[in-house]
């Protein structure tokens, strides 16, 4: 097995369990939409590739402190015989992936950027929209509350400790996000994914606040 092969392995075991949006399939889609930005874009996408492959088993959710994440990675690829530079690489790409509340360090590289413009595009459109209801109910938050208003966050902790609900996070995250992406092949995806959010809150909040049943009552009979 290459180390292409491992780290893929490495990955469908760590997220086996995993119910709160970072399955192995979540990195699959991140991997491969990474893969065709490098390509689009003219990066180097073996390198693109695993970092990708690696990113989430690198996010400190995963472990019991900050900084443990990237150690834990650092070892593994140490242990599988990544040469020292490139693991340089992939660890200084993995270290900016994660949104963090917006509290995350910026890509120091075009790779870099790379990875993380997959990675959020995975947390935008359609799929972003179910990841966001799957999160809120595995972390028993309501999916709307109006009298529960939207927030910012003041750091990296209160955004992954604090409560609010999956409608709340499609205006403190999800519809940030298309301005935050990097590469022009990661904005024009965004664009659209970010029209379907736009779209779907509409209907949503229209049926919640009865829109939908008033404008039937309101019909003029013929
Ligand atoms: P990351 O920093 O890698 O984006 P998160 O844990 O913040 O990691 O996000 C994982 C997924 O869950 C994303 O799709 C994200 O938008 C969603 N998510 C994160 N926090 C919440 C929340 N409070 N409510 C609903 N969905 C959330
Ligand atoms: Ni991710």
Redesign the pocket.
């Known amino acids: 097995m290459n180390l292409i092969q491992k780290a893929e392995q490495k990955a469908i075991y760590f997220f086996e369990h995993d119910a709160?949006?970072?399955d192995w399939q979540h990195t699959k889609r991140v991997t491969d939409t990474a893969v065709f930005l490098a390509e689009t874009e003219g990066a180097d996408t073996e390198l693109c590739r695993i970092a990708a492959l690696l990113h989430?088993v690198a996010?400190d959710?995963f472990h019991d402190q900050d900084g443990d994440g990237l150690n834990y990675v650092q070892r593994w690829l140490k242990e599988n015989d990544c040469p020292e530079k490139m693991q340089k690489d992939i660890l200084s790409i993995i270290n900016t992936?994660?949104?963090?509340g917006g509290h995350n360090k910026t890509p120091e590289s075009l790779e870099a950027e790379i990875v993380q413009d997959a990675?959020r595009l995975?947390?935008i459109g359609a799929i972003?929209t179910a990841?966001?209801f799957m999160?809120?109910g595995a972390?028993n938050?309501a999916m709307h509350d109006p009298d529960i208003l939207p927030k910012t966050y003041g750091s990296s902790k209160a955004?992954r400790e604090e409560k609010?609900?999956?409608v709340n996070?499609f205006y403190e995250?999800?519809l940030t996000i298309k301005e935050t992406l990097h590469t022009p092949a990661a904005r024009t995806i965004g664009e659209e994914r970010h029209m379907f959010m736009k779209r779907f809150l509409e209907t949503f909040l229209g049926e919640w606040e009865g829109t939908a049943f008033n404008k039937e009552n309101s019909t003029p009979k013929g």
């Open positions: 709160t949006g970072h989430d996010d959710k992936v994660s949104f963090k990675d995975d947390a972003g990841r966001c999160f809120a972390f938050e955004y609010s609900t999956a996070h995250k999800l």
